[in-house]
């Protein structure tokens, strides 16, 4: 079984492809226009240990939300269809991540009832040309598209590239358990024998 995932997304805003291997990480590209987000992608794939392709063409020109926020769309849209019919992956995968100062935190379910709750006072508000509210948006993009129940926190820490750097790789690592294959469950992982 492969658990991978392709999908293109054209809008008037962006033109955005990701593919995705939930398997294996031995190819990371990513290429948004967008330089901090690139190095945070990049943080989450390897962190996840997730194969990550994604190149993006977005209105840079007025600001980085839409590529910021498609990509997001785009990457949770992947997640879902890699994992299939979800059986016998863990569902749940939970992350401290230290940055230095900073402590950052996720935990979540993939439970196809997305939401999410998002935790961070980040008060530096531009990093490079990215926008550091747009981390918001990414997470409810993401979670929304691939059905997943995600809790994001930073806990303490001072410096903003450090705090939201801390919740990406702590959401690969997440992501990473949850997806995991466990040989000790039989068909899914739920009462209710779906997700």
Known sequence: MTRTAEFS??????????????????????????GFFDHMLTAFARHGRIG???RANGDLHID?????????IVLGMCIKEALGDKKQIN???????????????VSLDISARPFLVFDAELTNHRL??????????FFRAVSFNAGITLH?????GTNTHHKI???????????????????????INSTKGML
């Open 52 to 54: 990550l392709k994604v």
């Open 128 to 137: 490079g040309t990215y926008d550091t509210e747009l981390t918001e948006e």
């Open 165 to 187: 750097e801390a919740l990406f790789k702590a959401f690969g690592r997440a992501l990473s358990e949850a997806v995991a294959i466990n040989e000790k469950i039989t068909g």
């Open 9 to 34: 997304r054209v809008t008037s805003e962006t033109d955005i492809t990701v593919s995705i291997d939930l398997d294996n990480p031995a190819e990371v590209s990513i290429e948004t226009g967008v």
């Open 64 to 72: 980085s939300h839409h590529t910021v926020e498609d990509v997001g």
């Open 152 to 156: 994001a926190r930073v806990l303490y």
């Open 91 to 105: 569902r749940y995968g939970t992350s401290y991540v230290p940055m230095d100062e900073a402590l950052g935190f």
